[in-house]
C-alpha cells in the first residue's frame, strides 16, 4: 500500500446510524486533515491534525467526531447526520510545516449519501 | 481573509491544443504558496504544480506551467499539448499562513473536457 488508502470508497446511511470513515497514509507524513466536498462549492477544511493531536476545528457539528490513534490513521466517526451531509470526504497527509513546496497529498475520498 | 477566485466553471479544449485555467487569490500575508490540483471523476486530488510567493521564475512541471503575476493576484494554470486524460475538474488553492500545518484553501473548481 502506499499513499494516502480511504475505505469505504461508498457509503449509504440512515439519519440515525452510526458509521465510521477511515484513512491511512503510508507516507510518513505527521499532519492529517478531513476536507469535505459538497457539490459546486470549495473543499471545506474540517479537522486538522499534527503529531495526532487536533490543531484545527472549523465549526463542525458534534455530529461529526475525529479520532486520530496515531499519525498513519485519521478517522471521521458519524452519528446522526442530516441529509445535508451527503459528499465526498477526503483525507489528506503532509509532511509538518506549512512551507515551501510541502503538499497535501490525499485520498480518493469516500463517498457518502445520507438517507 | 483569504480567498481563491475560479471563475470558469467549465472549459472545453481540443486534443493538443493549449489551455489556461484562471485563477485571482486574495490575501494580505505576503508570505503564501499556490497549488494546483487535478481531481479526475475516481475522486483522487492530484497534486499539479506548486509556486511560491517569493519565487522569482514561473513554475514549471512537465506539461503543465504557472504564469504567476503577483501585481494582479494571479496564478493561472497552462497546460500544453492537451491529452484526453487531462479531461477533470482543476482546482486552485492557497497555503494558508500556518505553523505546523499546511492548511489549503480551496476555488471552486474548473472542470476541462478535452476534445479529440
Known amino acids: 500500500e502506499t499513499g494516502v488508502t480511504q475505505t469505504p470508497r461508498h457509503l449509504v446511511m440512515g439519519m440515525t446510524n452510526k458509521k465510521s470513515l477511515k484513512c491511512e497514509q503510508h507516507?510518513?507524513?505527521?499532519?492529517m486533515y478531513w476536507y469535505k466536498q459538497s457539490a459546486k462549492k470549495p473543499l471545506e477544511l474540517m479537522f486538522v491534525?499534527?503529531?495526532?493531536?487536533?490543531?484545527e476545528n472549523n465549526s463542525v457539528p458534534s455530529r461529526f467526531s475525529p479520532e486520530c490513534p496515531n499519525s498513519s490513521h485519521l478517522f471521521l466517526h458519524l452519528h446522526t447526520l442530516q441529509p445535508e451531509d451527503s459528499a465526498l470526504y477526503l483525507c489528506?497527509?503532509?509532511?509538518?510545516?506549512?512551507?515551501?513546496?510541502?503538499?497535501?497529498?490525499f485520498g480518493a475520498g469516500s463517498r457518502l449519501t445520507v438517507l | 481573509a483569504q480567498k481563491i477566485t475560479q471563475t470558469q466553471p467549465g472549459m472545453f479544449v481540443q486534443e493538443k491544443e493549449a489551455v489556461t485555467l484562471d485563477c485571482t487569490y486574495d490575501?494580505?500575508?505576503?508570505?503564501?504558496?499556490l497549488f494546483w490540483y487535478k481531481q479526475p471523476s475516481s475522486g483522487e486530488m492530484i497534486f499539479l504544480i506548486y509556486?511560491?510567493?517569493?519565487?522569482?521564475q514561473n513554475a514549471t512541471e512537465g506539461r503543465y506551467s504557472l504564469n504567476f503575476q503577483k501585481a494582479r493576484k494571479s496564478a493561472n494554470l497552462v497546460i500544453s499539448a492537451s491529452q484526453l486524460g487531462d479531461s477533470a475538474m482543476y482546482f486552485c488553492?492557497?497555503?494558508?499562513?500556518?505553523?505546523?500545518?499546511?492548511?489549503?484553501?480551496f476555488g471552486t473548481g474548473t472542470l476541462l473536457a478535452v476534445q479529440p
Open positions: 489528506a497527509s503532509s509532511q509538518g510545516q506549512g512551507s515551501g513546496a510541502n503538499v497535501l497529498t
Open positions: 507516507l510518513g507524513h505527521n499532519a
Open positions: 491534525y499534527s503529531l495526532e493531536e487536533r490543531v
Open positions: 490575501t494580505s500575508d505576503p508570505s503564501y504558496g
Open positions: 509556486q511560491g510567493s517569493y519565487d522569482q
Open positions: 488553492a492557497m497555503r494558508e499562513p500556518s505553523g505546523a500545518t499546511n492548511k489549503l484553501i
